[in-house]
């Protein structure tokens, strides 16, 4: 019995086998790295944002933006604001969170959700605002 050639197809089918796995896990790595820059951009401009105008609305739209620019969907991504003492009191600090959810690539909603195919990123950065803020 001669076996000419085998050796190509087992190396075919090894190489298939272990090559799906790496690409998958890659795949969903760098979206979890790229939703990672985009919380931590959006909460570093967010807090800036908001202890520079004091406005809540242009924040946001700032944190919105920097996720864009990363190519986060803002569906599973919540910013929250905390002020201590108050948020625009001179002197004080506004803290910036941003949580998002990353979903694994290429799985269905339905079965994420029964499976927590989902993987939480949380940025938060602190901004002082000015003490001789008028």
Known sequence: M????SA???????????????????IAALDVQ???YGATQAAREAGRVAA?????????????LSLRD????GRDVVVEFRCDPGCT???GHITV???ALVWLPFLPRVLADAARGA????ATHVAPIDRYRA
Request: proline content about 6%.
């Open 2 to 5: 001669r076996q000419r050639g």
């Open 8 to 26: 190509l197809v087992e190396f075919q089918l090894l190489a298939v086998l272990l090559l799906v796995p790496l690409v998958y896990v890659l």
């Open 34 to 36: 790229r939703t990672v």
């Open 52 to 64: 520079s105008t004091g406005s809540e609305a242009a924040a946001r739209y700032a944190a919105n």
């Open 70 to 73: 990363q190519g986060v969907s």
């Open 89 to 91: 009191a001179p002197g």
């Open 97 to 99: 969170e941003v949580s």
């Open 119 to 122: 993987i939480p990123v949380t």
